[in-house]
């Protein structure tokens, strides 16, 4: 009996040294691979670049191309500066046919099907609206007081959509004349786009690329998902992880973003084409999807959607992974989405939705 | 089963292998499971070279950025700001950070905080906010 006692202790001990011996050699940490790490302030963020894997030439030939990439971008793109996109806005509000601008033009068609799919939910087209709100300034502390209500009705009585802009062969028009284009951060979207199928052109296989919480990821770290955080929207530190492998975009739209103060009420920056004032139901959204235009996109228009509308917009619009915050601490997430959240914090309200088709 | 039991139980051979194992379990959690929190944070700004900052080391940092001064706060493993020259202040509300590769910022001052650990492996390869 005590032979046997001791015999059953010994095999248990062998397998359980065997099991951690082999787990030290599986290590996936084990051996140090190249890493290229660059921050830079660029589309009015920071943008942060991380390689891996990858010779260190290559990777630095390849992050200063994507950075003149993120300068032209930015300077073409940017809303309320000298540049192509306000010749392009003064134009459209002409109604006369002009020349395609092909700077913008991919811009502009994407951002159309995107808007049609979210019910005009995502509304580029909403410029002026946005500028009355005073957003068209980097500096967001010159704003004392919202808009008046009766300048908002008088935009929303004819409210420009993407729609509204048409194509003839090699000219386009514009159908209202308060259209004025403003892609906001599905401009910082389609730019992280852009940049990641610059990468791939170089040969790079693993990068991720941040854009201020509009992130793509390419590959893995090095055999392992890359790991992406996900800040707390009401205090600081990270309140759920999510792991990325392969290609896809992880982007999150919140209330905390920009926004300003007047009379002890925050105003924040997402606009509400329907009532002409920042969406009130959402503090934000984590969207999940392939490229980052299209989740920038999704998750602008699930913010405006609110708990109750998010599930048919994000059918309408292809979304397969959602995590909507509500403004009293809900949290409601697609069944797909839950098994992929990991939090980090105690989440008081987790509702799951339906599946996703 | 008394003192001397055990020694009649468990072999030499025995006694050797439990504190392998026990040893390894140790080591095992600390190189597998132990959190990872950051060490340093890596301040950029256009107006002086990168920054190196001891998170253990308490303190705080004037940082000359694109505005004027921005102070970084140091304490316990973690880094905030806590003043800066910009107007919104939003660098000073994100709070405190110490999660290995977190990276925040003061945009309008141009000053970004990356952490780090010397060889620790980061919680996070990038946070989104």
Wanted: with cysteine.
């Amino acid at each position: 009996m005590t032979l046997n006692f001791s015999n059953s202790l010994r095999f248990i001990s062998i397998i359980l040294l065997s099991s951690l011996l082999a787990l030290n050699g599986c290590s996936t940490e084990s051996k140090p691979v190249p890493k290229f790490q660059e921050t830079v302030f660029t589309m009015g963020t920071l943008v942060e670049v991380t390689i891996i894997g990858e010779d260190e030439q290559l990777a630095e030939q390849a992050y200063t191309t994507i950075l003149d990439d993120f300068n032209f971008m930015h300077n073409t793109w940017h809303p309320w500066q000298r540049n192509a996109l306000r010749r392009i806005n003064s134009l459209l509000a002409t109604g006369a046919d002009f020349s395609l601008a092909p700077s913008i033009l991919p811009l502009i068609t994407k951002s159309q099907t995107l808007s049609k799919q979210s019910g005009g939910l995502f509304n580029p087209a909403i410029g002026k609206l946005v500028k009355l709100w005073g957003f068209h300034q980097d500096d967001l502390d010159n704003i004392i007081e919202p808009p008046e209500d009766e300048e908002i009705q008088a935009l929303l009585k004819d409210l420009p959509q993407m729609s509204d802009i048409k194509f003839n062969n090699l000219t386009m028009s514009g159908s209202n004349e308060n259209i004025q284009l403003d892609f906001g951060g599905f401009a910082k979207g389609a730019a992280v786009d852009a940049t990641i199928e610059h990468l791939k052109e170089f040969g790079i296989r693993n990068a991720v690329i941040n854009a201020g919480g509009d992130l793509r990821a390419i590959g893995s770290h090095n055999n392992r998902p890359w790991r992406i955080g996900i800040r707390n929207p009401t205090a600081s530190g990270v309140f759920a992880a999510v792991e990325v492998t392969g290609d896809e975009s992880v982007f999150t739209s919140g209330d905390y973003e920009r926004y300003f103060e007047a009379d002890g009420k925050r105003y924040h920056h997402i606009i509400d084409p329907r009532t002409g004032y920042p969406a009130n139901k959402t503090r934000s959204v984590t969207v999940i999807h392939s490229d980052a235009a299209t989740a920038d996109a999704a998750a602008t228009a699930l913010f405006i959607a609110g708990p109750e509308q998010w599930h048919d917009i994000a059918t309408a619009m292809g979304i397969k992974y959602v995590m909507l915050i509500a403004k009293n601490g809900d949290v409601h997430m697609n069944p797909a989405m839950s098994k992929r959240i990991q939090f980090v914090t105690k989440q008081a309200s987790i509702k799951i939705s339906q599946p996703l088709q | 089963m008394n003192h001397s039991d055990i020694h009649t139980f468990f072999t030499t051979a025995d006694k050797i292998l439990f504190l392998l194992c026990f040893a390894l379990i140790v080591f095992s959690y600390f190189h597998f499971w132990q959190s990872t929190a950051a060490r340093y944070a890596i301040v950029k700004s256009p107006q002086q070279e990168p920054l190196f900052i001891e998170l253990n080391d308490p303190g705080i940092h004037r940082i000359q950025g694109s505005l004027g001064i921005s102070k970084l706060e140091t304490k316990n493993g973690q880094i905030r700001f806590a003043a800066s020259a910009c107007k919104n202040k939003l660098c000073i509300q994100s709070g405190w950070h110490q999660h290995g590769g977190a990276v925040t910022a003061c945009l309008p001052n141009r000053i970004s905080v990356q952490l780090t650990g010397q060889d620790a492996t980061p919680d996070y390869d990038a946070i989104i906010f």
